[in-house]
C-alpha cells in the first residue's frame, strides 16, 4: 500500500468540510504532524518536521489554520463520522462510550482551565477538559463529538472569558448534560444507538455538579 496516496486520499473528503480551498494544505499538514513521533504536538515541532527547509512560514500557516482560521470543528468531525462509522460493521452491535479527556495545563489564561480531573494524569491538576462520545463494534472505534467543558469558575468570571475570547451567552453546563446533548445530535445525524458506557476511571461524568 502506498501510504502517502492514502494518507492524501483520506483528507481529501475531510478538507471538503472546511469551506475554503485555502485551508485543506492547513488540515493535511496539521494532520501529518499528529502522525509524526514528535515529543510534543505544538505546531512548531511539526512545522520543522513536516517541512524544515520552510519551518518558520509552514509554522505560521499552521498557527493561522488552528488558531484564526474560521472552519467548523463540528462540521469536520460530522465528516470523518459519515466516512469512517459504515466501515465499523455495526450490524453485529453497537456501543457508545462516553469519555471526558484531561490535557495538563499550567497556563491559568487557557480557556477552561481550572484544578480538576485530569485523566492524562490519573489525578486533579490544573487542566483542561473536553467531553467525547465514541462509537464502537468489534472492528474499532471512533470519537463523533468532542466539546470543551467550562467550569464554574470561568462561567462566572467575565473579565477572564473576555480575555480569552470566550462569548458571554455562552452558560455552564455539566459534563453529563455536555454527554447527553452530544448524543443527541449525532442520532439525529443518524448515528446508531447502542449500548451506553461510561469509560473506566471517569467519577466526574456522574457528579451533576461538574
Same mark, same amino acid.
Request: glycine share 10%; with cysteine.
Given at each position: 500500500?502506498?501510504?502517502?496516496?492514502?494518507?492524501?486520499?483520506?483528507?481529501?473528503?475531510?478538507?471538503?468540510?472546511?469551506? %475554503?480551498?485555502?485551508?485543506?494544505?492547513?488540515?493535511?499538514?496539521?494532520?501529518?504532524?499528529?502522525?509524526?513521533?514528535? /515529543?510534543?504536538?505544538?505546531?512548531?515541532?511539526?512545522?520543522? /518536521?513536516?517541512?524544515?527547509?520552510?519551518?518558520?512560514?509552514?509554522?505560521?500557516?499552521?498557527? %493561522?489554520?488552528?488558531?484564526?482560521?474560521?472552519?467548523?470543528?463540528?462540521?469536520?468531525?460530522?465528516?470523518?463520522?459519515?466516512?469512517?462509522?459504515?466501515?465499523?460493521?455495526?450490524?453485529?452491535?453497537?456501543?457508545?462510550?462516553?469519555?471526558?479527556?484531561?490535557?495538563?495545563?499550567?497556563?491559568?489564561?487557557?480557556?477552561?482551565?481550572?484544578?480538576?480531573?485530569?485523566?492524562?494524569?490519573?489525578?486533579?491538576?490544573?487542566?483542561?477538559?473536553?467531553? /467525547?462520545?465514541?462509537?464502537?463494534?468489534?472492528?474499532?472505534?471512533?470519537?463523533?463529538?468532542?466539546?470543551?467543558?467550562?467550569?464554574?469558575?470561568?462561567?462566572?468570571?467575565?473579565?477572564?472569558?473576555?480575555?480569552?475570547?470566550?462569548?458571554?451567552?455562552?452558560?455552564?453546563?455539566?459534563?453529563?448534560?455536555?454527554?447527553?446533548?452530544?448524543?443527541?445530535?449525532?442520532?439525529?445525524?443518524?448515528?446508531?444507538?447502542?449500548?451506553? %458506557?461510561?469509560?473506566?476511571?471517569?467519577?466526574?461524568?456522574?457528579?451533576?455538579?461538574?
Amino acid at each position: 500500500m502506498d501510504v502517502a496516496k492514502e494518507f492524501t486520499r483520506y483528507v481529501v473528503y475531510p478538507s471538503e468540510g472546511l469551506g %475554503h480551498a485555502g485551508r485543506h494544505a492547513g488540515l493535511s499538514g496539521y494532520c501529518t504532524g499528529l502522525m509524526l513521533s514528535l /515529543s510534543r504536538n505544538g505546531v512548531e515541532p511539526m512545522a520543522a /518536521s513536516v517541512d524544515p527547509l520552510h519551518a518558520s512560514a509552514r509554522h505560521q500557516a499552521l498557527h %493561522h489554520f488552528v488558531a484564526k482560521s474560521e472552519w467548523s470543528d463540528a462540521q469536520l468531525m460530522a465528516r470523518v463520522r459519515d466516512s469512517v462509522v459504515p466501515t465499523l460493521g455495526f450490524e453485529n452491535g453497537c456501543c457508545w462510550i462516553i469519555d471526558d479527556i484531561g490535557f495538563s495545563k499550567k497556563s491559568k489564561h487557557s480557556v477552561g482551565v481550572a484544578r480538576q480531573y485530569c485523566g492524562q494524569l490519573g489525578k486533579q491538576d490544573n487542566c483542561q477538559v473536553a467531553v /467525547s462520545p465514541s462509537v464502537a463494534s468489534a472492528q474499532g472505534s471512533l470519537p463523533i463529538a468532542y466539546q470543551l467543558y467550562l467550569p464554574r469558575d470561568w462561567v462566572a468570571d467575565p473579565v477572564r472569558r473576555k480575555a480569552a475570547g470566550v462569548p458571554q451567552e455562552l452558560a455552564f453546563v455539566s459534563k453529563p448534560d455536555i454527554a447527553l446533548g452530544q448524543m443527541r445530535q449525532a442520532v439525529a445525524n443518524g448515528v446508531r444507538m447502542g449500548v451506553v %458506557h461510561q469509560a473506566e476511571g471517569r467519577p466526574e461524568l456522574q457528579r451533576h455538579g461538574d
